[in-house]
């Protein structure tokens, strides 16, 4: 049984006891919670709730010009199986801040996920110009060999 995000809702699978505050108080509090068979499952329905929520939309749009953002929705994609989506969002990172260790060794991973081994090695070669000392690009190269 997985429940990652917490997403809430009376029309789902089972009850969990929850910290709410209320009028500035701590109250426990049993609510409704969807129940995913994986981790994955779960990624997914996240993944649809905020691109599918207009109450998110505006964040969304706005997070095309964050790198923090951008780097976050890459690795859900990521994890998701969403590869160019993935892919897109972690270049569109790096576009915006070059510097970014993290994204670049995320996109590698990404493109050995799609055994696309000869990008992941031209990633990791970028990610070693702007940090001679990361230790994971190293070893994303070796193991692409």
């Keep these: 049984m997985y429940n990652l995000i917490t997403l809430i809702n009376p029309l789902w699978y089972t009850q969990k006891e929850t910290l709410e505050f209320e009028q500035g108080a701590m109250v426990k509090k049993k609510e409704p919670f969807r129940v995913y068979n994986s981790l994955k499952e779960s990624l997914d329905d996240y993944v649809s709730f905020l691109s599918n929520s207009d109450r998110y939309q505006s964040a969304l749009e706005k997070s095309s010009e964050n790198p923090n953002i951008l780097f976050a929705l890459g690795r859900l994609f990521l994890e998701t199986g969403q590869y160019k989506k993935s ?42 110009l702007v940090d001679r000392l990361q230790a994971q690009a190293y070893l994303i190269k070796v193991s692409c060999f």
């Design 87 to 128: 892919q897109s969002n972690l270049k569109r990172c790096l576009e915006l801040q070059s510097t970014y260790i993290a994204a670049y060794i995320t996109l590698a991973n990404c493109l050995v996920a799609q055994n696309d081994l000869k990008s992941a090695i031209e990633i990791c070669n970028s990610c070693l």
